[in-house]
């Protein structure tokens, strides 16, 4: 798995490559402890061609760990077969999941610290 991050204004855009699985979440996590979590962050799924439960559970737990350092999370441009894992589990209920970029980017013009 590769992770690399963006700056677009106050957000951070994680672009992730690979599948997203029990065998690659030990290097998305320690991707995520470079960045400043204390702000919104965006995870771009595009070239995630796989997530497993291992996966969603490291996504879950990267938002928990984003909102009790008081910043945000979203999701986007999933493929349609991540898409349907994703709506299966019900992802959409804890984070907010987009088809787009642009889309993610936003809903988060307005963000303010809290």
């Known amino acids: 798995m590769q992770v690399t ?13 690979g ?12 991707a995520l402890g470079q960045l400043n979590l204390g702000r919104p962050v965006i ?3 595009e070239s995630v061609p796989f ?4 996966g969603i559970g490291a996504l879950i737990g990267a938002v928990r760990r ?5 910043g945000d999370a979203a999701v986007c441009s999933a493929r349609p077969s991540v898409g349907r894992v994703l ?4 992802l959409s ?4 999941v987009f088809d ?3 889309e993610a980017a936003d809903h988060f013009s307005g963000w303010t610290a809290a």
């Open 5 to 17: 991050f963006d700056e677009m204004g106050t957000v951070a855009v994680c672009h992730l490559v």
């Open 19 to 30: 599948s997203l699985e029990s065998a690659t979440v030990g290097e998305f996590r320690e």
């Open 43 to 45: 995870f771009v799924l």
């Open 51 to 54: 997530v497993d439960s291992a």
């Open 66 to 70: 984003i909102r009790e350092l008081n």
């Open 87 to 90: 709506k299966m589990v019900g």
């Open 93 to 96: 209920r804890i984070i907010n």
């Open 100 to 102: 787009t970029l642009g």
